[in-house]
Each structure stands twice: as structure tokens, then as C-alpha cells.
């Protein structure tokens, strides 16, 4: 029924074996001087093993000068760091995926403490009205500084081990801003005309070319719609730009293309509340689709299968989701092994997000999920010990950490039985069976516990 999304994928020489992409998601597990860490290897492979076919890392920045987005987020700025990165490769390599590290800048949307002279930069000085920091104007020199630091961290990404490389096009950042009319108004070699704008890309992507071997893969992230709209702005990249982008990027050399939307003034175009339907921005990657010859990856509120097959037949090569994975890792072995019906969907209730954001305070604070209690704690959770040899365990209360309490419990070999008040709900489970009693407290009527279970289980 699905089999069309475990199709194999190839990126110039790049063997995936099926169409599904964790896509980057920034987590702050690094190190605090950028290294990756246990916790990242842990993390992606995770996603590795549980059915992506290809693993995206997290924003990886170019530059210490100005570049960091976070006390916590990768950072490939020399030779000294590819070890932790190639230690992070192999646990992927591991589980079967392909790995690509994304790379970034993020210009105006970035930390002003950690940039040397305290300003974000920008290409023409413009600031985030999200983040309302300091930013001042690179200099066409020092434009030519940036691209030098990306193609280097590219470089030392293929060095690294990694199947690919992508550019960060996307979601405001520093490329994403040369991108976009709204916050490119520069009349030079690097700005003025779709073409201008687009300089700074171009020679990236010819210099990671030239400096790596023709067969690595350089995929682009690219923001479809800014949706300034939305915001009362009219302005800024829309899709038939997108698409005008695209084919330069092709025509350049670039091997694929990851579609996305928004930036930090349209954040919730960027990665959606509750309120946006599965699917809503799936017609971008199908346009972009249509009009190129390298494969196309989108993401789109991607939770259940038929959402990433309405994609795949609409003639995008790859779908993407971060937060997804990132609820339930073993989406793809799932679906590939018909059991759907157990996916654990991501609710799409920005706990990611917040807690991410709560890292800007606190460095040692991780990204967590509602849902998925082992989501970034892989190294400590993800091995379940069978030790519980049939003892038995009560859970008193269904409630969202009642039920992982009696998962887990049930998952370590416990004979365990979960109450619940409300509703007067009991369920017990043995490592042999699954049961349901419902009615009383400790009611008689009993029925086999299908759907409980699976939902405890998923
Ligand atoms: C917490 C969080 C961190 C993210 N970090 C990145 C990132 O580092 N790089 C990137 O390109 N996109 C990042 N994104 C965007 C996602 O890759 C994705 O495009 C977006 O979440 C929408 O897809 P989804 O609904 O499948 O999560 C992030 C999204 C979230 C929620």
C-alpha cells in the first residue's frame, strides 16, 4: 500500500534506500565549542535505524565570528573538529542511512552575544523584527569571507565522512536573506537582480565542487514562500521566484533541492502550530517538482502515510520531517512493516520548539518532546533492560506519564496494570499478553486490548 515510499533514491551516486528524510532539526546537543557530541550520535542514529533513509543534522555553522545561532549548535570551522563529526557519521553509517550535514549562517537571525563585535550581520543591515538585535551590513569583502567558510565547513563535511551536504537557503538565515528581495537591497556583485542575489550561493556551491569530488552531493534548502503576506508584507520570496531559483541552482550543479517555507517574522509557516493541516504545503514541492530534473525532498505537516504518498505522487522524490522522527523514530519501519496503525503522531504542539528556545538561556537545557520522553536522550533511554522477570507493577493514573510509566514498565517484562479513575479504565499487561478490563475499577467485563495497547506501545 506504501511501497512507493520505500522505493530506493539516487542523489548524483548517492544510494538511498527508501524516500524518507529526517530533515535538520536544530537540538543543541553539542558540545559547547561546537564538537558533536555522544548525545548527537545517539540522536541521529536513532532515526538512522528506526526507517530514514537519509538523516539531515541540525544547523552546523560556518563561522565562529558571527555565525553561531546557538552556545550549542554544531560549528565545522576547522580541521580540529572533523574527528567528533566522523564518530557521529559512524553511528549513522551503522543503521544503514545516508548522512548529510546541513550548513549554515545565520545573519540577522543569530545571537548577538556570541559574534565578535556583538552585531548580527545581514546583507543590508537589516534587522529581525522577531529578534529586534543590532545588525550591521557585510561588506562585499567580508561577503566573499562567508562564502570562503562555507565552502570550507563543505569540504570538511565530505572529509567528515558525510554521503552529502546542505546549504542552508532556507527559513531567513544569512543565505536565505541574500535570497530574498525583503532583506536584499544591495546594488552589487551580490545584489539587485534574482540573479545578484543568488551570486553568493553560485560560488558556494562551485567552490564545495571544486574542492570535493564530482560525485558528492550538494542538496539546497530553499524557503518556497516566505508568506509575508500573511503578516501584512508584500514582499519577499514567493514561489515562481523559488522556482526561478531553483533552476539556477540546478544549472550550477546543485544535486537536489529541500524544500521548505517561511522565515522568523512568518515562523509559523515555518514549522506550524496545531492549527495548520497535514499536507497544506504540499502543492510548493509539487511545482518545484515539476519544473526540475534532480530530485525534490518537502516536508509539508508530514504525521501519517498518506500525507508522504499524496507527495510521492505528485512527483516529489523524498519527503521530509523533523518533528515527526522526532516523536516516533520508527515511523518508517512502521509503515514499511504495515503497521501504521502505531505510529505515535507528533501533535504539533511546539514543545520542540520551546524547549530549543529555552536552550538560549540555559545551554544545558535539551530539546525535548510531549510525546516521546527518549527524544534526545537515546544514550540513557533508548536500550530498554528486559529486568522486570514477570514482578508485578501497579500504575495508578492513564494519564500521558501513566501510560509511558506503564509502556515502559511492560516493555522490561513487569506484569503491569495501569488504573485509572476517570472513566474507570484499567488495563494490564504481561510480557506474554495484553488485556483491557473495562467498566468497574477492577471491573469483570474484559476485552483484548487492541487499540490500548498499540497506542501504549506505538
Ligand atoms: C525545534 C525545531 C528545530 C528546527 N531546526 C531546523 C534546523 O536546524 N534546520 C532546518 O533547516 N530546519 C529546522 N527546522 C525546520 C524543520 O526541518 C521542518 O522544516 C519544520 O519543522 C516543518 O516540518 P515538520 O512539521 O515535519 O517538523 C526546525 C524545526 C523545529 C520544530
Known amino acids: 500500500?506504501?511501497?512507493?515510499?520505500?522505493?530506493?533514491?539516487?542523489?548524483?551516486?548517492?544510494?538511498?534506500?527508501?524516500?524518507?528524510?529526517?530533515?535538520?532539526?536544530?537540538?543543541?546537543?553539542?558540545?559547547?565549542?561546537?564538537?558533536?557530541?555522544?548525545?548527537?550520535?545517539?540522536?541521529?542514529?536513532?532515526?538512522?535505524?528506526?526507517?530514514?533513509?537519509?538523516?539531515?543534522?541540525?544547523?552546523?555553522?560556518?563561522?565562529?565570528?558571527?555565525?553561531?545561532?546557538?552556545?550549542?549548535?554544531?560549528?565545522?570551522?576547522s580541521d580540529d573538529k572533523i574527528p567528533s563529526f566522523r564518530r557521529m557519521v559512524d553511528a549513522v553509517h551503522e543503521t544503514g542511512a545516508?548522512?548529510?550535514?546541513?550548513?549554515?549562517?545565520?545573519?540577522c537571525q543569530g545571537v548577538p552575544a556570541l559574534c565578535e563585535d556583538g552585531?548580527?550581520?545581514?546583507?543590508?543591515?537589516?534587522?529581525?523584527?522577531?529578534?529586534?538585535?543590532?545588525?550591521?551590513?557585510?561588506?562585499?569583502?567580508e561577503v566573499e569571507g562567508v562564502v570562503e567558510d562555507f565552502v570550507s565547513a563543505g569540504v570538511r563535511s565530505w572529509e567528515s565522512g558525510f554521503d552529502a551536504v546542505e546549504l542552508h537557503c532556507a527559513h531567513g538565515y544569512?543565505?536565505?536573506?541574500?535570497?530574498?528581495?525583503?532583506?536584499?537591497?544591495?546594488?552589487?556583485?551580490?545584489?539587485?537582480?534574482?540573479?545578484?542575489?543568488?551570486?553568493v550561493v553560485r560560488r558556494i556551491i562551485r567552490?564545495?565542487?571544486?574542492?570535493?569530488?564530482?560525485?558528492?552531493?550538494?542538496?539546497?534548502?530553499?524557503?518556497?514562500?516566505?508568506?509575508?503576506?500573511?503578516?501584512?508584507?508584500?514582499?519577499?520570496?514567493?514561489?515562481?521566484l523559488a522556482i526561478e531559483y531553483c533552476r539556477m541552482f540546478e544549472s550550477w550543479g546543485a544535486d537536489a533541492i529541500d524544500v521548505s517555507a517561511g522565515n522568523y517574522e512568518t515562523m509559523n509557516w515555518a514549522w506550524e502550530p496545531v492549527g495548520f493541516d497535514e499536507g497544506w504545503k504540499s502543492a510548493n514541492g509539487k511545482a518545484i517538482a515539476r519544473e526540475l530534473g534532480i530530485p525534490v525532498i518537502a516536508c509539508s505537516v508530514v504525521r501519517h502515510p498518506e500525507t508522504a504518498m499524496d507527495l510521492v505522487e505528485g512527483g516529489v522524490s523524498m519527503v521530509g520531517s523533523a518533528r515527526q522522527f522526532f516523536a516516533d523514530p520508527d515511523w518508517g519501519n512502521k509503515v514499511r512493516d504495515g503497521h501504521a496503525d502505531r505510529i505515535r503522531p507528533c501533535i504539533s504542539c511546539m514543545r520542540c520548539i520551546e524547549s530549543l528556545m529555552a536552550a538560549h538561556e540555559d545551554p544545558y537545557t535539551p530539546m525535548v518532546c510531549s510525546v516521546n520522553p527518549e527524544a534526545g536522550r537515546e544514550c540513557e533511554l533508548a536500550a530498554i533492560e528486559r529486568d522486570g522477570?514477570?514482578?508485578?507493577?501497579?500504575?495508578?493514573?492513564?494519564?500521558?506519564?501513566?501510560?509511558?510509566?506503564?509502556?515502559?514498565?511492560?516493555?522490561?517484562?513487569?506484569?503491569?496494570t495501569l488504573v485509572e479513575r476517570g472513566g474507570a479504565w484499567a488495563a494490564s499487561w504481561s510480557s506474554r499478553s495484553a488485556r483491557l478490563r473495562s467498566g468497574a475499577w477492577a471491573g469483570s467485563s474484559t476485552t483484548t486490548a487492541t487499540s490500548w495497547a498499540t497506542w501504549a506501545s506505538g
Open 1 to 77: 500500500m506504501y511501497e512507493k515510499l520505500f522505493e530506493p533514491v539516487t542523489i548524483n551516486g548517492m544510494q538511498v534506500k527508501n524516500r524518507l528524510v529526517f530533515e535538520p532539526m536544530g537540538n543543541y546537543y553539542a558540545e559547547l565549542d561546537g564538537n558533536a557530541s555522544e548525545r548527537d550520535a545517539a540522536f541521529y542514529a536513532e532515526r538512522g535505524r528506526g526507517g530514514c533513509g537519509l538523516v539531515i543534522t541540525e544547523i552546523c555553522s560556518v563561522n565562529a565570528r558571527h555565525g553561531r545561532g546557538d552556545a550549542r549548535n554544531l560549528l565545522l570551522d
Open 98 to 107: 545516508k548522512f548529510a550535514l546541513e550548513i549554515y549562517h545565520p545573519g
Open 119 to 141: 552585531m548580527l550581520v545581514s546583507p543590508s543591515g537589516q534587522e529581525s523584527k522577531l529578534l529586534r538585535a543590532p545588525t550591521r551590513a557585510l561588506s562585499a569583502e
Open 174 to 199: 544569512l543565505l536565505c536573506q541574500f535570497l530574498s528581495p525583503y532583506t536584499n537591497h544591495r546594488d552589487d556583485e551580490f545584489g539587485g537582480t534574482p540573479e545578484r542575489n543568488a551570486e
Open 207 to 240: 567552490g564545495i565542487r571544486e574542492r570535493t569530488a564530482p560525485d558528492f552531493p550538494i542538496l539546497v534548502r530553499l524557503t518556497a514562500d516566505e508568506y509575508l503576506r500573511e503578516v501584512g508584507i508584500d514582499d519577499g520570496i514567493t514561489l515562481p
Open 389 to 416: 522477570e514477570g514482578r508485578r507493577a501497579v500504575v495508578v493514573g492513564a494519564g500521558p506519564a501513566g501510560l509511558e510509566a506503564a509502556r515502559v514498565l511492560a516493555l522490561r517484562g513487569f506484569e503491569t
